[in-house]
């Protein structure tokens, strides 16, 4: 054997042993790999398990028998309604037509009649998703089956163990009933928004068909119903926000509609193309007692739940305090305390809260609200008005500023940053005045001065951070600080103002603060507390919003035996509506009062929710309606006369409230004279000075007048209490520059001056003197010539005019002592007149003739002689 050959076989034999190990250890890692699988697939299956035996019992009663929810007042006691108990319009799915099954199933379930139960496919992508957003509820997935489960045996957590449990019902509810059967109860089941369940009712509220007539579904629709289970109070059509919304996810099932083989292209784009107004006939149900009340615990139930408050037999603890609700109603529905016009389009809605808890007290949403109706309390976005000054200027610049009560603005002729004038209501200027006055007396110019100083982005999220709601497109707008944007409802400006009247703590207006389930879980739903300015912020806006109840702008809702602050807001027409209808200039279109206590806190608008006739605006009686309601209703419904508690980050000076270690408050700065003149009488040698002071504030005020001399010393001329003072015999030749100013106390108002200088009487020119006029017979030529009258006065020229035949012209105007008339006429008499002139005057005019001969006569020499 060679030893290449005895190489070769050692290589051989080491690779084999090589390869053998590795074998090995491949083996047991496959066998570690096996058991953990199989140990990881027990521990799967026993927690499934036991994640299943906690799973609710399957009780087919709950798939067909819905649970009544029950509300109870803020008592915890007394039961204000039972939602879900009336009669429900089951319908049998041989009624349901085709065109709604097909939409229904291309929207939710394209699989639905493959799977048994649970779509695998769209499982594993929903679990794919959940794994790379982080979020359970990114998931999806869900079958038809698995809808019904969970509306009918589920609670509202979002939870894999949930999850699990709804797949282990879904795969019973399939075994035990037909796919036609499950559609039957999905189609019973569904919630359509509000307190519209079940596809028969919808038809009956959106369309005005009866459980026998769904087969007059049109193809329209019949994907807007399948379309609104999704979300049901962002598509439901009775409100007239969502339509845009609702047509989207309409044409959005349309279009899987077609993906999944039910429509044809072109009926899809002609069904997409239909107005969704022109499918609606709304049909309004039955107001029930505290409806307006009532709908609003509904919303908020479904907004900050997954619980169906028509099925689930619900426990709802409210806040309504029924004395205060009925109170409410009645004010607004009837013309015992206000004697509403005959237009019944005139409406009005309020919202009362507890100041301290934000707890909602009473709703009203409107004018004879009908069940279903728009809830002007709460859906509205109008303008405020002047009722957004403490929340997005006044406020603001206090909280960052810490101004005082005292704090001065000029009131005066202003412009936005854009160059658009800014006006106030009454088109007049107050002038430096403490921010208290120009709150109280709501002016537009300090307001937006404020706002200014404060800063836009500071103002709105300080706004912001009180409920109101202003988008980062609207903030830009400096309107806003007027009221200028359409973001106000009464159950926004209740909680805006509450924080004021609760320390600065910020809670949001709500109607639950607990639900309880049928199993036992009890979710608590009241909004947090939370602290958004501080507490100097909310007590000297509060103390400003007394005055302007106790003798400002809102005096009319002012009710002495409570502690009470509150601010007016109005709102005015565009010129195009103005025109429109023929609407007086003065017309208002809102008209808003919010005021609180620290008990409660009260927010009243009222308007016209549409314009459509020259009727349609509030007059001088009805803008003030709002306060008048406000008044009618607190009155009655307060009970504690509990006073602001004022905190010890606050101290008092005079009258005026201002922050520790912040600015402290000032004597208003006098506004400054205007138009100042003066003027020279020679008759009299004196200078007459006089001014202008547009404030009617003239009570305690003097105005000290000085002046000075070419620049010199500055010299007291008078302390006068009216508008004009007088110097005597002034110097001639130099100028008199006079400063007013307006005292009030120790405080002046800015200089307001003038110049003027008094000239020396000119002298006029003497006439010139030795006029003559000499013919030049070689030039054929008159020479005139004179002496001037008095050779020290400058600036005179000599006006030359000659008559010939009883015609006189001027011949020249000079400066020189002679002037040439050339070519005269033979035998004819000429005189020549001579006047001398300045800016003075003119002097006397001296003459001289001369006949021309017709004989040549070099020494033709007039007479030469003077003549006036």
């Known amino acids: 054997m060679s030893e290449n050959e005895s190489r070769m076989e050692r290589k051989k034999k080491t690779n084999k042993q090589q390869t053998k190990a590795q074998n090995f250890v491949w083996k047991r890692f496959l066998y570690a790999v096996l058991i953990i699988g199989i140990l990881m697939l027990i521990v799967g299956t026993g927690a499934i398990l036991w994640i299943i035996k906690d799973a609710p019992k399957f009780d087919e009663t709950l798939l067909k028998a819905p649970l009544s929810s029950t509300l109870y007042a803020s008592d915890e006691t007394t039961i204000i309604a039972e939602i879900g108990k009336e009669k429900r319009e089951d319908v049998d799915v041989e009624e349901i037509p085709d065109v709604l099954k097909n939409a229904v199933i291309a929207t939710e379930d394209a699989r639905f009649y493959k799977h048994h139960g649970i779509d695998v496919k769209r499982t594993l992508v929903a679990i794919f998703k959940i794994i790379t957003s982080g979020s359970f509820e990114g998931g999806g997935g869900s079958t038809i089956t698995q809808q019904l489960v969970k509306n009918s045996f589920l609670?509202?957590?979002?939870?894999?163990?949930?999850?699990?449990?709804?797949?282990?019902?879904?795969?019973?509810?399939?075994?035990?009933?037909?796919?036609?059967?499950?559609?039957?109860?999905?189609?019973?089941?569904?919630?359509?928004?509000?307190?519209?369940?079940?596809?028969?009712?919808?038809?009956?509220?959106?369309?005005?068909?009866?459980?026998?007539?769904?087969?007059?579904?049109?193809?329209?629709?019949?994907?807007?119903?399948?379309?609104?289970?999704?979300?049901?109070?962002?598509?439901?059509?009775?409100?007239?926000?969502?339509?845009?919304?609702?047509?989207?996810?309409?044409?959005?099932?349309?279009?899987?509609?077609?993906?999944?083989?039910?429509?044809?292209?072109?009926?899809?784009?002609?069904?997409?193309?239909?107005?969704?107004?022109?499918?609606?006939?709304?049909?309004?149900?039955?107001?029930?007692?505290?409806?307006?009340?009532?709908?609003?615990?509904?919303?908020?139930?479904?907004?900050?739940?997954?619980?169906?408050?028509?099925?689930?037999?619900?426990?709802?603890?409210?806040?309504?305090?029924?004395?205060?609700?009925?109170?409410?109603?009645?004010?607004?529905?009837?013309?015992?305390?206000?004697?509403?016009?005959?237009?019944?389009?005139?409406?009005?809605?309020?919202?009362?809260?507890?100041?301290?808890?934000?707890?909602?007290?009473?709703?009203?949403?409107?004018?004879?609200?009908q069940n279903g109706g728009y809830n002007y309390a709460t859906m509205m976005k109008r303008q405020p008005g002047s009722t957004i000054k403490p929340i997005l200027d006044y406020g603001p610049a206090i909280d960052q500023l810490k101004w005082s009560t005292g704090h001065l603005l000029k009131d005066e002729e202003y412009q936005y940053e854009n160059g658009t004038p800014i006006r106030n209501a009454n088109r007049k200027y107050a002038g430096n005045r403490t921010i208290r006055d120009h709150l109280v007396w709501s002016r537009n110019i300090p307001a937006l001065k404020a706002f200014q100083a404060a800063g836009v982005d500071e103002a709105t999220n300080f706004a912001r951070s009180l409920g109101f709601p202003i988008t980062d497109e609207q903030k830009v707008n400096e309107a806003n600080a007027i009221g200028g944007i359409d973001a106000a409802s009464p159950i926004v400006m209740a909680g805006a103002y509450a924080a004021f009247g609760n320390g600065g703590y910020y809670i949001a207006p709500h109607t639950v603060t607990k639900i309880v389930y049928p199993d036992g879980i009890e979710k608590n739903i009241a909004p947090e507390k939370k602290k958004v300015m501080e507490d100097y912020t909310a007590f000297l806006i509060t103390d400003m919003l007394r005055t302007a109840v106790d003798s400002g702008t809102g005096t009319q809702a002012n009710i002495p035996r409570l502690d009470l602050a509150g601010k007016t807001g109005t709102t005015n027409f565009d010129k195009q509506t103005e025109t429109k209808y023929g609407l007086p200039s003065n017309a208002v279109k809102d008209a808003w009062f919010v005021g609180y206590t620290p008990q409660y806190t009260g927010a009243v608008w009222t308007g016209y929710g549409k314009t459509t006739s020259a009727d349609d605006y509030l007059n001088s009686t009805s803008e003030n309606f709002s306060k008048l309601i406000f008044k009618a209703i607190l009155s009655k419904a307060a009970t504690s006369t509990e006073t602001f508690k004022q905190p010890k980050s606050v101290a008092k000076s005079g009258n005026e409230y201002y922050v520790v270690g912040g600015e402290k408050p000032q004597a208003p700065k006098p506004d400054g004279p205007t138009n100042v003149t003066a003027q020279y009488d020679a008759a009299s040698d004196r200078i007459l000075l006089s001014w202008a002071y547009t404030s009617n504030n003239r009570q305690d005020l003097t105005f000290d007048v000085s002046y000075t001399v070419d620049g010199g010393d500055t010299i007291k001329l008078t302390s006068a209490n009216e508008l004009q003072a007088v110097l005597q015999s002034p110097e001639k030749g130099k100028e008199y520059t006079f400063t007013i100013v307006a005292v009030s106390g120790d405080t002046k108002s800015n200089a307001a001056s003038t110049s003027i200088t008094v000239e020396e009487k000119a002298e006029g020119p003497n006439s010139p003197s030795n006029v003559q006029a000499i013919y030049d017979n070689g030039s054929n030529s008159i020479v005139i010539s004179w002496n001037p009258g008095n050779a020290d006065i400058k600036d005179v020229q000599y006006i030359v005019t000659y008559t010939v035949n009883g015609t006189t012209q001027t011949l020249t105007t000079t400066t020189e002592l002679q002037a040439i008339l050339s070519s005269p006429q033979p035998l004819q008499t000429y005189e020549f007149t001579v006047t001398a002139s300045n800016q003075t005057g003119k002097s006397e005019p001296i003459s001289t003739s001369i006949t021309v001969d017709e004989m040549d006569n070099s020494d033709g020499v007039g007479s030469g002689i003077d003549s006036q």
């Open 155 to 369: 609670t509202i957590e979002q939870t894999p163990t949930r999850k699990i449990q709804e797949w282990y019902l879904a795969l019973q509810l399939e075994r035990r009933f037909s796919k036609e059967q499950i559609l039957e109860m999905y189609f019973n089941k569904n919630l359509y928004g509000g307190d519209v369940y079940g596809v028969a009712k919808a038809a009956e509220r959106f369309f005005g068909l009866g459980p026998d007539e769904l087969d007059q579904l049109t193809l329209e629709q019949a994907a807007l119903l399948a379309g609104i289970p999704q979300s049901p109070n962002r598509y439901i059509p009775t409100e007239e926000e969502n339509l845009e919304n609702a047509e989207k996810r309409r044409n959005m099932v349309l279009h899987y509609m077609n993906r999944h083989g039910y429509l044809s292209k072109s009926e899809m784009t002609k069904a997409q193309s239909t107005p969704i107004e022109e499918t609606l006939n709304i049909q309004m149900p039955k107001t029930n007692q505290y409806q307006a009340f009532v709908n609003t615990v509904i919303k908020e139930v479904q907004e900050k739940t997954d619980a169906n408050i028509f099925e689930d037999g619900l426990e709802i603890y409210t806040t309504i305090d029924p004395e205060i609700q009925q109170i409410t109603e009645e004010v607004l529905s009837t013309n015992d305390e206000i004697s509403f016009p005959e237009n019944d389009n005139m409406q009005s809605a309020v919202v009362i809260t507890d100041t301290q808890t934000g707890a909602i007290k009473a709703i009203g949403g409107g004018r004879n609200y």
